[in-house]
């Protein structure tokens, strides 16, 4: 099946900075989904990309898909303590695979 | 309403001791599953049932039996529990078996001491 790296695998942020996690495939992607899962709790679907280099945000929420859909990106703006949590990239060929995750911890 | 709920929350028991969860949904979805995120996060899928019938069971050692008794449950059993079987178990649902987007239960906790 597909497989996706995701880095970095921990993300120290200060309160109001910026900062990207990546997924990579060594494969060409049909679509690529993002869930984020706060502490204690379970992942929650954010978003599907679909089409080459496609774009979406929500609010200060940036996701990316790649021109040759092998990899994806999450850019987050202006960091809030409400963003900490862990975020996955999720793949499917017959199943959905999970990225390894990035866990994002916020310096108040 | 709970989209996803499964039973119990938490989980404590003996090594070798034999222990349910349960999971319902209330989505009207087709496609059921159990995924398994150990305590460094990782998330792997277990089994996939769709319609009660299993389509995906990735090379899970047979003490874990899932039963389907119609598409809105989906249950695991786990047989002569072992140390490395405490993790967190996700029973999750999706709107059919493309592995469409899913809905995640609150999880359950296993610890087996």
């Known amino acids: 099946g597909q497989q996706v790296m995701q880095i970095p695998q921990y993300q120290h942020v200060q309160e109001g900075e910026d900062f990207t996690t990546y997924c990579n495939s060594s494969t060409t992607l049909s679509n690529i989904q993002w869930y984020k899962q706060r502490p204690g709790g379970h992942p929650v679907f954010l978003i599907q990309l679909v089409k080459s280099g496609e774009v979406k945000k929500q609010k200060r929420l940036t996701f990316q898909f790649g021109e040759a859909k092998k990899n994806s990106s999450l850019h987050i703006t202006a960091t809030q303590t409400t963003d900490v949590g862990t975020y996955f990239c999720a793949v499917n060929d017959y199943k959905l695979s999970f990225g390894a995750g990035t866990t994002v911890t916020v310096r108040a | 309403d709970t989209a996803v709920s499964q039973t119990p929350k938490y989980l404590v028991t003996q090594m070798g001791n034999d222990k349910s969860i349960k999971c319902e949904q209330n989505?009207?979805?087709?496609?059921m599953y159990w995924y398994k995120q150990d305590s460094k996060k990782f998330l792997k899928i277990m089994f996939s049932?769709?319609?009660?019938?299993?389509?995906i069971n990735e090379t899970v050692p047979n003490r874990f039996s899932p039963k389907s008794p119609d598409k809105a449950h989906l249950n695991l059993h786990i047989n002569s529990l072992e140390l490395g079987d405490s993790a967190v178990y996700f029973c999750a649902s999706s709107q059919d078996q493309g592995a469409n987007v899913l809905t995640f239960g609150a999880g359950s906790r296993l610890t087996v001491l």
């Open positions: 049932y769709n319609n009660k019938e299993l389509i």
């Open positions: 989505l009207g979805h087709d496609t």
